[in-house]
T-cell receptor
């Protein structure tokens, strides 16, 4: 089955701790994205990557970091610098920047 | 100015009526336009994609694009309770940007 897999589905972070959210796709898509969604809000772009070993900041990149060492993988690290990380995080991929996005099932991150 | 703006909701329509959703975008060079539906706690799912000016129909859904006015809309005909969800407009060029969404409630 082709698709995008995000893990874990639920994640709890202590204050001051870094956590990494996993995103893997087997669709052979070039572009991958990370979005954050707060309750009742739309999707805000954190980082995106159009090709391996290259990525760009989105609208709310502060406190986050990414890597794109493999075409299939685009992990997101939420660092301790992100002061309000509790949110629903969605990973998506597209064949290119002008085609439809396929989404993972999301990771719900909560600070405890 | 936000890159993608949607009409504020929530939008409440009676069953069987037409729901009309609007979206404007700021980048005149945008090349691709999408409507996604998102149920609470779930990932967005694609309803429609449109790339050229005019109308595109798929079942009860019609997307309309006007690049000169930088405007894209979605009509949902014969609205059903299962259409109750948040609808997200997305616009693509070098990246894919989303609007804040419009929540639609269909009253039985």
């Amino acid at each position: 089955d082709g698709g995008i897999t995000q893990s874990p589905k639920y994640l709890f972070r202590k204050e001051g701790q870094n956590v990494t959210l996993s995103c893997e796709q087997n669709l052979n898509h070039d572009a991958m994205y990370w979005y954050r969604q707060d309750p009742g809000q739309g999707l805000r772009l954190i980082y995106y990557s159009q090709i391996v070993n290259d990525f760009q900041k989105g609208d709310i990149a502060e406190g986050y970091s990414v890597s794109r060492e493999k075409k299939e993988s685009f992990p997101l690290t939420v660092t301790s610098a992100q002061k309000n990380p509790t949110a629903f995080y969605l990973c998506a991929s597209t064949m290119d920047s002008n085609t439809e996005a396929f989404f993972g099932q999301g990771t719900r991150l909560t600070v405890v | 100015q936000k890159e993608v703006e949607q009409n504020s909701g929530p939008l409440s329509v009676p069953e069987g009526a037409i729901a009309s959703l609007n979206c404007t975008y700021s980048d005149r060079g945008s090349q691709s336009f999408f409507w996604y539906r998102q149920y609470s706690g779930k990932s967005p799912e694609l309803i429609m994609s449109i790339y050229s000016n005019g109308d595109k129909e798929d079942g009860r859904f019609t997307a309309q694009l006007n690049k000169a006015s930088q405007y894209v809309s979605l009509l949902i005909r014969d609205s059903q309770p299962s259409d109750s969800a948040t609808y997200l407009c997305a616009v693509g060029r070098y990246k894919l940007s989303f609007g804040a969404g419009t929540t639609v409630t269909v009253r039985a």
